[in-house]
């Protein structure tokens, strides 16, 4: 399986943008990279997923390196509600493996 | 709340013990995923449901037996589990397998094994 690698952790102040880093140098021509996140005592909550071009929903916006070994999920002002461990997933058919994960704290 | 129901949500058991896990989404999804989750862990994949048919066993114990019934329903059963196997299970659905779909996760059960 294609593997991401992502910080550990990062801190945010509220009301600020989050730029979320994740690489995945073994990236394959049809994994699709998806974003993840998962709040205390919840299940994963799906973010955002792209293929090529960046991509933006109501929750967040996904830029993708023209090589596609790394992406960037932006949260574009951070609530405390955004504190949670987000993952960076390459979706391979029929599986998607989390990897560590990024735990992100949002600061008052 | 989700579109994933998972029940119990919190289930004790005895080593002895037979128990099921239920999951069910409405969604019209076809395929159906259920996941292992230890404390401050990466959720692991342990079994894949498409079109309800067992696509992939991530060489999960015999103690863990899935079962699809139909397309809206995913059941774990539980059996001669072990302590180590206390954690939390998710359940999880997504339009098809394909690496396209989004998957859509439950809260998960709690299981704790005595």
């Known amino acids: 399986d294609a593997k991401t690698t992502q910080p550990n952790s990062m801190e945010s102040n509220e009301e600020e943008p989050v730029h979320l880093p994740c690489n995945h140098s073994?990236?394959?021509?049809?994994?699709?990279i998806h974003w993840y996140r998962q709040l205390p005592s919840q299940g994963p909550e799906y973010v955002i997923h792209?293929?090529?071009s960046n991509v933006n929903n109501r929750m967040a916006s996904l830029a993708i390196a023209e090589d596609r070994k790394s992406s960037t999920l932006i949260l574009h002002r951070a609530t405390l509600r955004d504190a949670a461990v987000y993952y960076c997933?390459?979706?391979?058919?029929?599986?998607?493996?989390f990897g560590a994960g990024t735990t992100v704290t949002v600061r008052a | 709340d989700t579109e994933v129901t998972q029940t119990p949500k919190h289930l004790v058991m005895g080593m002895t013990n037979k128990k099921s896990l239920k999951c069910e989404q409405h969604?019209?999804?076809?395929?159906m995923y259920w996941y292992k989750q230890k404390a401050k862990k990466p959720p692991e994949l342990m079994f894949v449901?498409?079109?309800?048919?067992?696509?992939i066993n991530e060489s999960v114990p015999s103690r863990f037996s899935p079962e699809c019934p139909n397309s809206s329903l995913l059941n774990l059963h539980l059996h001669a589990l072990q302590p180590e196997d206390s954690a939390l299970y998710l359940c999880?659905?997504?339009?098809?397998?394909?690496?396209?779909?989004?998957?859509?996760f439950g809260n998960g059960t709690r299981l704790t094994v005595t």
């Open positions: 997933i390459l979706g391979n058919d029929y599986k998607l493996s």
């Open positions: 073994t990236i394959s021509g049809t994994d699709y």
């Open positions: 792209g293929l090529t």
């Open positions: 969604m019209g999804h076809r395929a």
């Open positions: 449901y498409s079109y309800e048919k067992l696509s």
């Open positions: 999880a659905s997504a339009l098809w397998t394909g690496s396209n779909s989004p998957l859509h």
